[in-house]
């Protein structure tokens, strides 16, 4: 595929490591100018290091330059947006990918590690798209994209199966990526007739993240064993593909990523249907008509709970 994003822009939030980074390079190699945005944050969104998307930027070359603020504001998203439009003369391509983890069980979790998460998962991904969706509106009636009309901006938005199934001690994360899956269905919706995509992605791959988890049992020990032998470029490879021209077609789509193996997971969707008659019974009639049809308690490390293929 290497040239199909040739005089294409993209702005990668979180690119200064692991999965982020991955991406940048798969967005590179294919011809993209990328602006790595990152500001070089611990895992719980601490500190920052400039250094950390300046050196990503570097080794891509003079394609690609670094933005080092939190993403987390309007503000940011703004300038992150503004610098693409004066550098590159346009956005293309907005991947979501920046992330932070405060875990902690509901019963413990302190308010303000809600928000920040929240606010750093969940909302940065908003401002971005919403800075960058109103360019990339104004653009294509411009003519970026050429003679045919602009007919493949596209978001990706990193979510996680912790947002789909749930996972012991990640309210606030679980949240804000499930949140980020409504903000894929309704931007996929709102931009389809200005041939913009959106979809979300749910990665599994061995970064920072998966080298710091403790295994608190034998299952968590088999899990983490296998997420570290999953590469990133995996990843980047299905970002990439959703990015390529012959990827006009796919929007507000949820798929899934484990080494080789792509997954495409269904939407919430009713499965049963039940007719009230009396309030007073309610209850038992739940059990008595939907209980075999009720959604089961697995976590996503026991869902994904098989060797990978790498
Ligand atoms: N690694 C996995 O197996 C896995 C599983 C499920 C989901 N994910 C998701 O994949 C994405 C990447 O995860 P990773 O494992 O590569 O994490 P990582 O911690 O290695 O990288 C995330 C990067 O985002 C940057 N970042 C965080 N907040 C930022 C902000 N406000 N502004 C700018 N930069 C910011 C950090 O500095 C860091 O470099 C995340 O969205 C994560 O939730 C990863």
């Known amino acids: 595929m290497t040239g199909l994003l040739e005089g294409r822009s993209a702005i990668v939030t979180g690119a200064g490591r692991g999965i982020g980074r991955a991406i940048a390079e798969s967005l590179a190699a294919q011809g993209a ?50 610098l693409a439009v004066k550098t590159y003369g346009g956005i293309d391509i907005v991947v979501n990918n920046a992330a932070i983890l405060r875990d902690a069980f509901v019963f413990r979790m302190d308010p303000a590690d809600w928000d920040a998460v929240i606010r750093n998962n969940l909302s940065a991904a908003f401002y971005l798209i919403n800075a960058a969706s109103a360019v990339m509106r104004e653009q294509g009636k411009k003519g970026r994209g050429g003679k045919d009309g602009y007919d493949w901006g596209r978001i990706v938005n990193i979510v996680s199966s912790a947002g789909l199934y749930g996972n012991l001690g990640q309210a606030a994360y679980a949240s804000a990526k499930a949140g980020l899956f409504g903000l894929t269905r309704v931007t996929a919706m709102d931009l389809q007739r200005a041939a913009i995509t959106c979809n979300a992605v749910a990665p599994f791959a061995k970064t920072r993240v998966t080298d710091i988890i403790q295994p608190a049992n034998e299952a968590q020990k088999t899990y983490k064993e296998r997420a570290l032998k999953i590469g990133a470029h995996h990843v980047a490879n299905l970002v990439a593909a959703l990015c390529a021209p012959e990827a006009k077609g796919i929007t507000g789509q949820l798929l899934g990523v484990r080494g080789r193996e792509v997954f495409l997971f269904g939407q919430p969707r009713p499965v049963a249907k039940l007719e009230v008659e009396k309030s007073e019974t309610l209850a038992a009639d739940l059990m008595a008509k939907l209980g075999g049809k009720f959604t089961d308690m697995t976590t996503d490390l026991e869902a994904f709970n098989t060797e990978p293929l790498v």
């Open 33 to 82: 100018s990328v602006i790595v945005a990152d500001n070089g944050a611990s895992i719980a969104g601490d500190g920052g290091d400039p250094s950390v998307a300046q050196d990503v930027a570097k080794a891509l070359g003079n394609k690609s330059i670094a933005f080092t603020e939190s993403v987390a504001s309007p503000g940011t998203a703004k300038q992150l947006v503004d």
